[in-house]
């Protein structure tokens, strides 16, 4: 077995082995998107790259052309419901973590 010595340099803790131990930049916790932004953004891109696909069988570029609208209308709705307070840690929203 070997011992777990650590040295300690201003905030950060590093291990004898070279493993970091309490890196503050990441001391919060991220979130995990679980929010109505991030959820209908997940539903709209996987409808549009859905929608491209079948497009994309039936060769058909109008099809594709739709599906990769309805995809971007996605990210670009998430974004606008984040700035409105419905994303992670949002004034709207229940979860603030």
Same mark, same amino acid.
């Given at each position: 077995?070997?011992? /777990?010595? @650590?040295v300690h340099? #201003? /905030?950060?803790?590093?291990?004898e082995d $070279?493993?970091?131990?309490? #890196?503050?930049?990441?001391?919060?916790?991220?979130?995990?998107?679980?929010?109505?932004?991030?959820? @209908?953004?997940?539903? +709209?891109? +996987?409808? $549009?790259?859905?929608?491209?696909?079948?497009?994309?069988?039936?060769?058909?570029?109008?099809?594709?052309?739709?599906?990769?609208?309805?995809?971007?209308?996605?990210?670009?709705?998430?974004?606008?419901?984040? /700035?409105?307070?419905?994303?992670?840690?949002? @004034?709207?929203?229940? @979860?603030h973590h």
């Open positions: 077995m070997t011992t /777990q010595e @650590s340099t #201003d /905030q950060v803790t590093i291990t $070279g493993r970091v131990v309490n #890196d503050p930049t990441h001391a919060e916790p991220i979130g995990h998107g679980n929010s109505p932004a991030a959820w @209908s953004m997940v539903f +709209l891109v +996987l409808a $549009g790259v859905l929608v491209a696909g079948v497009g994309m069988l039936m060769w058909n570029m109008v099809i594709v052309g739709i599906g990769a609208a309805i995809a971007v209308g996605g990210v670009v709705l998430a974004f606008v419901l984040r /700035q409105l307070g419905y994303g992670v840690g949002g @004034s709207k929203t229940k @979860s």
